[in-house]
């Protein structure tokens, strides 16, 4: 990798999974990302596929 010069400002990389402040972040990045109990991922499930039914 060429050593970076200061003629030209480097552009700004977003890489995969990068938050960029210009456009909404996905919720997903909101939510904080907390472990869960089994029970929860099962009523979460099930809700889900309720959902879906309905």
């Not at 995969?16 to 979460?44: L, M, N, Q, Y």
């Amino acid at each position: 990798m060429p050593a970076a010069t200061t003629k030209t400002p480097a552009p700004r990389v977003l890489w995969k999974g990068a938050i960029s402040f210009d456009e909404p972040a996905p919720s997903k990045a909101c939510k904080p990302a907390v472990k869960r109990t089994a029970r929860e991922r099962a009523s979460a499930r099930k809700a889900a596929t309720r959902r879906k039914a309905a």
